[in-house]
């Protein structure tokens, strides 16, 4: 196939994932004369795609205040603020809808195809791309970009264990956390923040929490250096994950990632309890006179912390009843519910998503256009650049949104 493919294009486009497909298919049908190729290194485009959200596909958020949308990336908020007036959620369920995919929103926020299949959501773009007549060729990598001095660009391509050489006169790079492109973009004159993973679990081997796997809290607190995150926590068989996990991870990327994954974890199983009312509800406790002859570890006090839990952040009372504790076991308890101390050591990876955190620097970016500051006619577009969300369609929706403002610069 590749041989049959012409040398010079009016568009080309690297890499055939979310922002790619969005960029192309936004291009071509804007300016169906324009002729649009997408370069696809894998043997399949939209990967990603077919695997999110655990195979249905997490397309974008139920959040429609650009202002509030943006509070949900660690990196690239700020930039993002402009862009989200322009094609925002409301517009990726329109955009969906009018190619007959309907969308769902889950108590949570998540918005999902109806199908529960991410292969509804990539039958769409291949759809809507073959209509807009863009060609896409797989298994096609980009090895180095050269800018041609009258305008445009020639690219070095590999396929089929063979390099050719073709033309664009505009260039997107849509290639992900891909770091041999990202080399490519520095080539040009970009810098590049340092990509490192986001979005992922808490390895913890500690005794208080071995052996419950699977059990929930519904509001914990958690303190990681600077990062405060807040929402339920789930414990696993090696360590803990859950939102509020997720969050401190995403915030904290950069930082855990300094410490080679090993560092402090403060843990308020209570929420925003503080340390004097949990030590005022535990001492009720402990004077209630019905109390007096029942064993600590039978009850939780707290109808949030599942007694499987209780019963191991409380280990050290032992077999005491209530009116046996001391005043030092009662305020080691409330410590140890409102900042019990835990150590990470180590990543775990979660299934349903992951991103990294990283990549162009955003400030050699017009978000208007996605056009780069540095090279005239090379635009940017999704994961490649240095924004990442935290886990709920976020990802995606700056995808979405960076990549349908480049298929608009790029069909002009
Ligand atoms: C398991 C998993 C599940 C996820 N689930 C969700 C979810 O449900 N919701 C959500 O919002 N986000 C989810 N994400 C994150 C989301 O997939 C990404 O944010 C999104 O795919 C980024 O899109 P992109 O087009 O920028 O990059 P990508 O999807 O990574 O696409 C980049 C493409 O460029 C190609 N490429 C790279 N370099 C070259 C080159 N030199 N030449 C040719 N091709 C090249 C790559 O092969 C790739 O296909 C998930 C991620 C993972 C890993």
Same mark, same amino acid.
């Given at each position: 196939?590749?041989?049959?493919?012409?040398?010079?294009?009016?568009?080309?486009?690297?890499?055939?994932?979310?922002?790619?497909?969005?960029?192309?298919?936004?291009?071509?049908?804007?300016?169906?004369?324009?002729?649009?190729?997408?370069?696809?290194?894998?043997?399949?485009?939209?990967?990603?795609?077919?695997?999110?959200?655990?195979?249905?596909?997490?397309?974008?958020?139920?959040?429609?205040?650009?202002?509030?949308?943006?509070?949900?990336?660690?990196?690239?908020?700020?930039?993002?603020?402009?862009?989200?007036?322009?094609?925002?959620?409301?517009?990726?369920?329109?955009?969906?809808?009018?190619?007959?995919?309907?969308?769902?929103?889950?108590?949570?926020?998540?918005?999902?195809?109806?199908?529960?299949?991410?292969?509804?959501?990539?039958?769409?773009?291949?759809?809507?791309?073959?209509?807009?007549?863009?060609?896409?060729?797989?298994?096609?990598?980009?090895?180095?970009?050269?800018?041609?001095?009258?305008?445009?660009?020639?690219?070095?391509?590999?396929?089929?264990?063979?390099?050719?050489?073709?033309?664009?006169?505009?260039?997107?790079?849509?290639?992900?956390?891909?770091?041999?492109?990202?080399?490519?973009?520095?080539?040009?004159?970009?810098?590049?923040?340092?990509?490192?993973?986001?979005?992922?679990? =808490?390895? !913890?081997?500690?005794?208080?929490?071995?052996?419950?796997?699977? $059990?929930?809290?519904?509001? /914990?607190? %958690? @303190?990681?250096?600077?990062?405060?995150?807040?929402?339920?926590?789930?414990?696993?068989?090696?360590?803990?994950?859950?939102?509020?996990?997720?969050?401190?991870?995403?915030?904290?990327?950069?930082?855990?990632?300094?410490?080679?994954?090993?560092?402090?974890?403060?843990?308020?199983?209570?929420?925003?309890?503080?340390?004097?009312?949990?030590?005022?509800?535990?001492?009720?406790?402990?004077?209630?006179?019905?109390?007096?002859?029942?064993?600590?570890?039978?009850?939780?006090?707290?109808?949030?912390?599942?007694?499987?839990?209780?019963?191991?952040?409380?280990?050290?009372?032992?077999?005491?009843?209530?009116?046996?504790?001391?005043?030092?076991?009662?305020?080691?308890?409330?410590?140890?519910?409102?900042?019990?101390? =835990?150590? !990470?050591?180590?990543?775990?990876?979660?299934?349903?998503?992951? $991103?990294?955190?990283?990549? /162009?620097? %955003? @400030?050699?970016?017009?978000?208007?256009?996605?056009?780069?500051?540095?090279?005239?006619?090379?635009?940017?577009?999704?994961?490649?650049?240095?924004?990442?969300?935290?886990?709920?369609?976020?990802?995606?929706?700056?995808?979405?949104?960076?990549?349908?403002?480049?298929?608009?610069?790029?069909?002009?």
């Amino acid at each position: 196939m590749s041989n049959n493919f012409r040398a010079k294009w009016d568009v080309i486009i690297v890499g055939g994932g979310a922002a790619g497909f969005f960029a192309a298919i936004r291009c071509a049908e804007l300016t169906p004369t324009l002729r649009v190729l997408i370069l696809e290194k894998s043997s399949q485009t939209l990967g990603k795609v077919l695997i999110s959200g655990g195979g249905r596909c997490n397309v974008t958020h139920a959040c429609f205040e650009p202002e509030k949308l943006i509070t949900y990336y660690p990196r690239g908020g700020n930039e993002l603020r402009g862009a989200y007036t322009r094609f925002q959620p409301n517009d990726t369920v329109a955009w969906f809808e009018a190619r007959a995919v309907k969308l769902k929103t889950e108590s949570d926020g998540r918005m999902f195809p109806v199908t529960d299949s991410s292969e509804t959501v990539a039958d769409c773009l291949y759809k809507a791309a073959e209509d807009a007549g863009v060609r896409v060729e797989v298994g096609a990598s980009l090895l180095g970009v050269e800018k041609i001095p009258k305008g445009g660009f020639k690219l070095e391509v590999r396929s089929d264990a063979q390099i050719r050489f073709i033309e664009t006169k505009k260039l997107l790079f849509a290639t992900g956390g891909d770091r041999k492109s990202l080399n490519i973009l520095h080539s040009l004159g970009h810098t590049i923040i340092d990509p490192v993973p986001s979005l992922f679990t =808490f390895n !913890i081997k500690d005794g208080r929490i071995h052996g419950l796997a699977g $059990v929930a809290v519904e509001d /914990v607190t %958690l @303190k990681m250096d600077t990062v405060i995150t807040r929402g339920p926590l789930l414990i696993t068989h090696w360590g803990m994950s859950g939102p509020a996990v997720l969050r401190c991870s995403a915030w904290g990327a950069r930082i855990l990632f300094d410490k080679k994954y090993a560092s402090r974890l403060t843990v308020n199983w209570l929420g925003d309890y503080k340390l004097d009312s949990t030590l005022e509800i535990l001492q009720r406790n402990k004077d209630w006179h019905e109390n007096a002859r029942k064993k600590v570890a039978a009850h939780s006090a707290f109808s949030q912390i599942p007694i499987r839990l209780w019963k191991q952040l409380a280990h050290f009372i032992g077999d005491k009843n209530w009116a046996d504790v001391s005043k030092a076991e009662i305020r080691k308890l409330a410590e140890e519910l409102t900042a019990g101390e =835990f150590k !990470i050591q180590g990543k775990g990876q979660f299934k349903e998503e992951f $991103v990294t955190c990283g990549g /162009v620097n %955003l @400030k050699e970016v017009d978000f208007k256009t996605m056009q780069s500051r540095i090279v005239d006619g090379l635009y940017l577009a999704g994961e490649v650049l240095d924004i990442d969300g935290l886990t709920g369609g976020f990802n995606f929706q700056s995808a979405w949104t960076t990549g349908w403002l480049a298929g608009n610069a790029l069909s002009e």
